[in-house]
């Protein structure tokens, strides 16, 4: 047995397309800023490609670069003034932050309304209530990735493997929302394979390079492999060994090329989502 392959690139595409199409319709320019704090290499990749997919919707994308040594006070001034800048829909701070500013602060600071990543407690506890809000890129992408492979969610076993508020949690809530039966595996999990191999959907997002086996994934399960990890070779693979779990599973997404691209659309999505919400 050999599994679909996701085409993260492909489903991407659509989403970039619909979200131009719905920004070339509307009266005004969505904007979003994209404050970087600091020189690590792998967020200024980030940023730039975000202010590339941005610019290419039709959204006036814009980053603040600010110095490694920024304060906390610092940052939080600059939040304040885009919640009050009515050309700003939305706001996403890159983490990881220098270790002088708590990611928690700021993150509490930006306008639940311009909270394009979904990590503010509000936009969390509509999520966690199933009620309308802005939810994490990621996880959204997941979910679209799912729809796009044709899995049945409703009464179906999900195991999410991690539970960061980034990706973890925000999956899991979305699993459950969709009826799924939602495990969240962790750490200190005992026997996560047996855990994993129950699973009709797989959701990894553990940033540990290859760790799901083959012999992890149920036969016909869907894998989605959110993991990115680099290897000491240059070389980027996922959290799941792609080629052993990719003769058990109906699909599964690839690294790179799955749910990376998908991060950055549903991004855009959701500052277009931001920008009619707070003019409703
Ligand atoms: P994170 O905050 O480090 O969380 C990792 C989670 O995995 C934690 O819940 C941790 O458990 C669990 N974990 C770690 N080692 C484990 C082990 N040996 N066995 C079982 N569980 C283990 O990471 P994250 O931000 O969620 O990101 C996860 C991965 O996704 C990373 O590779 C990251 O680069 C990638 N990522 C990709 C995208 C994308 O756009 N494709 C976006 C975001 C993240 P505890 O809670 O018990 O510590």
């Known amino acids: 047995m050999s599994a679909d392959l996701i085409d993260g690139k492909q ?3 659509a989403v970039r397309a619909e979200v131009a199409a719905r920004v070339a319709a509307l009266a005004f320019t969505p904007g979003l800023t994209v404050v970087l704090v600091g020189d690590d290499p792998a967020s200024a990749i980030y940023v ?11 959204i006036a994308a814009r980053t603040l670069r600010l110095p490694a040594d920024t304060t906390e006070a610092a940052l939080l001034a600059i ?18 932050l220098p270790p002088q500013i708590r990611a928690r602060a700021v993150i509490e600071a930006i306008d639940p309304a311009k909270d394009v990543d979904g ?54 809530a979305l699993l459950t929302n969709a009826d799924a039966t939602v495990t969240v595996a962790h750490s200190r999990t005992r026997d996560l394979a047996a855990e994993c191999r129950r699973a009709e959907i ?11 086996r083959g012999d992890w994934v149920a036969n016909d399960a869907i894998v989605i492999d959110v993991g990115i990890n680099r290897l000491p070779d240059g070389r980027l693979v996922g959290d799941c060994a792609t080629a052993e779990c990719a003769t058990h599973a109906a699909a599964i997404t690839p690294v790179p090329g ?14 277009v989502t931001a920008a009619l919400a707070r003019r409703a």
Do not use: F, W, Y
């Not at 939040?79 to 990881?96: F, S």
């Not at 940033?207 to 799901?212: P, Q």
């Not at 799955?258 to 500052?271: F, R």
């Open 79 to 96: 939040v304040a003034g885009l919640n009050a800048d009515p050309t700003v829909d939305g706001i996403l701070v890159q983490m990881p």
């Open 11 to 13: 489903v991407a595409a």
């Open 119 to 172: 990590l503010h407690p509000i936009n969390s506890g509509r999520l966690h209530d199933g009620r309308p809000g802005l939810v994490p890129c990621t996880p959204v992408g997941v979910m679209r990735l799912l729809a796009h492979a044709g899995a049945s969610i409703r009464g179906a076993r999900a195991l999410v493997l991690g539970r960061s508020a980034l990706v973890g949690k925000p999956m899991a």
């Open 202 to 212: 797989l959701v990894a997002a553990v940033g540990r390079a290859e760790m799901v």
């Open 48 to 58: 730039r490609n975000k202010d590339r997919a941005a610019a290419a919707a039709g």
């Open 258 to 271: 799955g749910v990376g691209p998908m991060t950055i659309a549903c991004l855009l999505e959701n500052t």
